[in-house]
């Protein structure tokens, strides 16, 4: 069975300075990773992707993401920070192996970006 | 640009009143589309997977007489929420699987019933 664990409901970062968003996830088969961003009243956008490839991945807008395997993580992270960055993020695995393509999400992590 | 429309973006109804959202793949077929529901302040929860031509496959707890899948054709799933009430209000978002690609989201319904 697949799960997701955002460690922080809510971030807060200055302008500027590194984000990190972090995810812990459990799996029984080899899983595929994602980071979606939600912006207010909108859809989610991709961020990026695991699929077992490189385990160090660069999405959109700087941002990458790490998959850990000893550590079952998947950490987010962003050099600096962008006011346009304030948005919730979301965790998510699939199965690759069982062929499922549902999605699990974490619960979220709000990051806000200060001024 | 976006590859998943949903319409419409925001509705507001009266209580017991039927809601038909639709979510379009723009420039492919989806034989798969997925309805989620998302609370305020929360994450998004499955509630069904909708197959083209056949029967949508729902999750535990959600009632398939209230909330009605349609997949008639590789573009378009529809939800409708019938006779809605207040606490069907939230926001209600679907995504349509693309051939190698991850699932690509819509921009979600905002429901609010009075």
């Known amino acids: 069975a697949q799960s997701v664990t955002q460690l922080d409901s809510h971030v807060s970062v200055s302008e500027g300075t590194p984000v990190l968003l972090r995810c812990n996830y459990s799996?029984?088969?080899?899983?595929?990773l994602f980071w979606y961003v939600q912006h207010p009243n909108k859809g989610l956008q991709l961020l990026l992707k695991?699929?077992?490839?490189?385990?160090l991945v660069k999405g959109i807008n700087g941002f990458e993401a790490e998959f850990k395997k000893s550590e079952t993580s998947f950490h987010l992270t962003k050099p600096s920070a962008h006011m346009s960055d304030a948005a919730e993020y979301f965790c998510?695995?699939?199965?690759?192996?069982?062929?499922?393509?549902?999605?699990?999400f974490g619960t979220g992590t709000r990051l806000t970006v200060i001024p | 640009g976006a590859v998943v429309s949903q319409h419409p973006s925001r509705v507001i109804c009266k209580s017991g009143t039927s809601v038909k959202i639709e979510c379009r793949s723009l420039?492919?077929?989806?034989?798969?589309m997925f309805w989620y529901r998302q609370f305020p302040k929360k994450s998004l929860m499955l509630m069904a997977t909708?197959?083209?031509?056949?029967?949508?496959?729902?999750e535990q707890g959600v009632e398939k007489d209230k909330f009605l899948i349609n997949h008639a054709s590789l573009t378009l799933s529809t939800l409708t929420v019938t006779s809605a009430h207040p606490e069907d209000s939230s926001f209600y978002i679907c995504?349509?699987?693309?051939?190698?690609?991850?699932?690509?989201f819509g921009d979600g319904t905002r429901l609010s019933i009075l």
């Open positions: 995504s349509a699987l693309r051939t190698g690609q991850p699932q690509h």
């Open positions: 799996s029984s088969y080899s899983p595929s």
């Open positions: 695991y699929t077992s490839a490189a385990t």
């Open positions: 998510v695995v699939s199965e690759v192996q069982t062929g499922a393509n549902n999605l699990f």
């Open positions: 420039d492919f077929q989806a034989t798969t």
């Open positions: 909708s197959n083209e031509g056949s029967k949508a496959t729902y």
